[in-house]
């Protein structure tokens, strides 16, 4: 495949973006918890939040048009794809590491998620009237954040329409290109003012191994 040539085309309504989310059915509860959290309280980017949350609520709901995609990504429960990622690794495990910088930010990144899940448990009733809609388990928010950091692009892309969280013009998405392409080619993802993404091969095809991800 030359350098730069298209090999993939994703319609925008196919991606899911913060500003998507913001305005999906979630959207204005997802917006009040977003104002009563303070998102420079928390540890995580804002963006990747809350499309980990939205994540977790909209695969519950089974008339979602992302349904498609939701049944491709591992349940939360799933053990052997979770287990994984080091941020899941058992104590015997990780303790091998002690001293290391993998074991350094394995442990921030516990107490990242935890400090995050307890803000957004803080105020979930303020956002969300709906008593039978909870605030998702720390399992649950870790397994949303798992999903986000080993699958969402961030790029500029233009759209008025977007809300952004990021800054000014850059939208983080989730799309899973990188699981699917990235065994053959290095990406590119770029963002066009028209109706898709494009993705541009920054290299000829070769084998090459996953990015590290502390998940």
């Known amino acids: 495949i030359p350098r730069g040539t298209p090999v993939l085309r994703v319609p925008r309504r196919c991606v899911i973006t913060v500003g998507k989310v913001l305005a999906s059915s979630v959207g204005t509860a997802l917006r009040c918890l977003r104002k009563e959290l303070h998102t420079?309280?928390?540890?995580?980017?804002?963006?990747?939040?809350?499309?980990?949350?939205f994540?977790?609520?909209?695969?519950?709901?089974?008339?979602?048009?992302?349904?498609?995609?939701h049944a491709t990504l591992p349940s939360c429960g799933d053990s052997r794809s979770m287990s994984a990622l080091p941020v899941n690794w058992q104590a015997d495990a990780l303790e091998k590491l002690r001293g290391t910088?993998?074991?350094?930010?394995?442990?921030?990144?516990?107490?990242?998620?935890?400090?995050?899940?307890?803000l957004i448990?803080?105020?979930?009733?303020?956002?969300?009237?709906?008593?039978d809609v909870p605030p998702p388990s720390l399992e649950a928010f870790r397994w949303g954040l798992a999903m986000v950091s080993?699958?969402?692009?961030?790029?500029?892309?233009?759209?008025?329409?977007?809300?952004?969280?990021?800054?000014?013009?850059v939208r983080r998405l989730v799309v899973d290109l990188?699981?699917?392409?990235?065994?053959?080619?290095?990406?590119a993802v770029h963002g066009q003012s028209g109706p898709a993404g494009t993705c541009d091969a920054l290299r000829p095809p070769r084998g090459g191994a996953g990015h590290p991800d502390t998940g």
């Open 40 to 53: 420079e309280a928390l540890q995580h980017a804002a963006s990747d939040v809350f499309l980990a949350l």
């Open 55 to 69: 994540l977790i609520l909209d695969r519950e709901h089974e008339g979602s048009f992302f349904a498609p995609y």
């Open 101 to 118: 910088k993998l074991f350094s930010a394995v442990e921030q990144q516990r107490d990242a998620i935890c400090a995050d899940h307890a």
């Open 121 to 131: 448990v803080r105020y979930w009733a303020q956002a969300f009237s709906d008593p």
């Open 150 to 169: 080993s699958r969402a692009f961030e790029l500029d892309w233009p759209a008025s329409e977007e809300t952004a969280i990021a800054g000014p013009n």
């Open 178 to 187: 990188d699981r699917v392409l990235n065994a053959y080619t290095a990406i």
